[in-house]
């Protein structure tokens, strides 16, 4: 794409993905150029990107570039590669919390009920003798499913910080993360922007955001 400026009269003819490339081009330049044609061109291609409704720009971008503009250089390059590692750490944690509650509702209908002649312990209630082979099952059966709880306990509170992080991400940052990391295996960007129907830019800008609002939330950078 060449460089091109946008104007009032041509803007209808520009494509979106154009636009966009062409308004993220423009917000790094007005920062350290003070042009009154560069931010008079940046506002037509806002409002006529609002206007229409193809606006990519969450309400908070600009509050998450300055973020990312206060991220040290080290910690910028391995942010991502983190919070995505996080994120596949919290899918496979979701498996097994599914698998862990399959074992568990399979053994607790075997259970039968504990008489007054029976106790939790290596005796017999009643007679004082050591246990029967049905009562060491019935015993092991319990065990096991007081296991199955402490691990499934465990695991749901590894799993807080990150269900606490997915909460803070809009609708479009959700579904993409999701499909993305979601999955046995990741999904390719080029056919989740195809999926979602997107442009690139909002495509990437989506993504950038909500990586760095997760890594913001659990405390990565």
């Not at 009032?8 to 979106?16: A, D, K, R, W």
């Not at 993220?24 to 350290?32: I, P």
């Not at 560069?38 to 509050?63: A, N, P, Q, V, Y």
Request: hydrophobic share 35%.
């Amino acid at each position: 794409m060449k460089n091109f400026q946008v104007t009032e009269l041509n803007i209808s003819s520009v494509p979106v993905d154009w636009l966009f490339a062409r308004y993220q081009k423009l917000k790094k330049s007005v920062k350290t150029n003070s042009s009154t044609a560069l931010h008079r061109e940046l506002m037509i291609i806002k409002e006529h990107l609002e206007k229409t409704g193809k606006s990519s720009g969450s309400h908070c971008d600009e509050e998450v570039e300055q973020i990312e503009m206060n991220i040290p250089v080290a910690i910028r390059q391995q942010y991502v590669s983190i919070v995505e590692y996080r994120l596949k750490q919290y899918y496979q944690a979701n498996k097994r919390i599914k698998w862990l509650n399959i074992e568990l509702q399979q053994i607790k209908p075997k259970e039968p009920k504990v008489t007054a002649g029976m106790e939790l312990t290596g005796v017999s209630g009643r007679s004082g003798l050591p246990h029967s082979s049905t009562e060491h099952a019935v015993l092991s059966m319990y065990d096991k499913a007081e296991r199955l709880q402490d691990e499934i306990w465990e695991v749901e509170d590894q799993l807080y910080p990150m269900e606490k992080a997915l909460r803070s991400l809009d609708p479009d940052q959700l579904k993409l993360i999701e499909s993305k990391y979601f999955y046995r295996e990741e999904a390719l960007d080029e056919y989740l922007m195809n999926e979602f129907n997107w442009y690139r830019a909002k495509y990437y800008q989506v993504k950038k955001t909500a990586l760095i609002l997760l890594a913001q939330s659990l405390r990565i950078i």
